[in-house]
């Protein structure tokens, strides 16, 4: 099955700072790719997701990229604020198999 | 729209208790899902359903069991509890022709 790996573990930043977080995936097959924030004692939210025809996606302060050739895509968060701080999931799908695989997580820590 | 609807919020059990864990959806949402959420190791796939009276494995659905008898529940129970099943458990669901899931609030499983 898919295999999706994500790093850092944490993550520190200043605020008004970037912060990136970063995923790989093993399946080629895998086409959605979507980013989901946790805040303390709830379920995951999306924030942002994108599919493998597209490189590139943004909304707002957030962004992500994909490059399917290295099968990795990532997430971009400008000018963080204290309340971006939170766990941030990637996850990979592959089509009609009802499958979402995720990665272990990246805790975010935004200092005002 | 409640959304997705999780009890109990938390639970303690002993080695060998059976328990279920409910999940509840008022969107008519034809997929649903079950997680368990462990720490440094993301959300792994329990079992999914396609819709009533279809239900699949995924990653880690040993000890678990799950029925779908209508489009609006989908319960998961425990059967035999062990220690290894402390855990935070998230149901999730669904729209018809969309990849995005939307996850309940998550039950905290403690196994003594």
């Known amino acids: 099955g898919e295999n999706v790996e994500q790093h850092p573990s944490t993550l520190s930043v200043q605020e008004g700072d970037s912060a990136v977080i970063k995923c790989t995936y093993s399946d080629s097959a895998s086409n959605y790719f979507p980013w989901y924030k946790q805040e303390l004692g709830k379920g995951p939210q999306l924030i942002i997701d994108i599919r493998s025809n597209v490189g590139e996606k943004k909304d707002q302060r957030i962004a992500v990229t994909l490059n399917k050739t290295a099968k990795h895509f990532s997430l971009h968060i400008t000018e963080t604020q204290p309340e971006d701080s939170a766990v941030y999931f990637c996850a990979a799908s592959i089509p009609n198999f009802n499958k979402f695989y995720f990665g272990s997580g990246t805790k975010l820590n935004v200092k005002p | 729209n409640a959304g997705v609807t999780q009890t109990p919020k938390f639970q303690v059990l002993k080695t060998g208790q059976s328990m279920t864990l409910q999940c509840a959806q008022d969107m008519n949402h034809e997929y649903m899902s079950w997680y368990r959420q462990d720490p440094g190791m993301g959300l792994r796939l329990i079992h999914y359903?396609?819709?009533?009276?279809?239900?699949d494995q995924g990653e880690v659905p040993n000890g678990y069991n799950v029925s779908r008898s209508t489009t609006e529940d989908f319960p998961l129970r425990l059967l035999s509890a062990a220690p290894s099943q402390t855990s935070v458990y998230f149901c999730?669901?669904?729209?018809?022709?969309?990849?995005?899931?939307?996850f309940g609030p998550g039950t905290r499983l403690t196994v003594l």
């Open positions: 999730a669901s669904l729209p018809p022709g969309a990849d995005t899931q939307y």
């Open positions: 359903s396609v819709g009533a009276g279809i239900t």
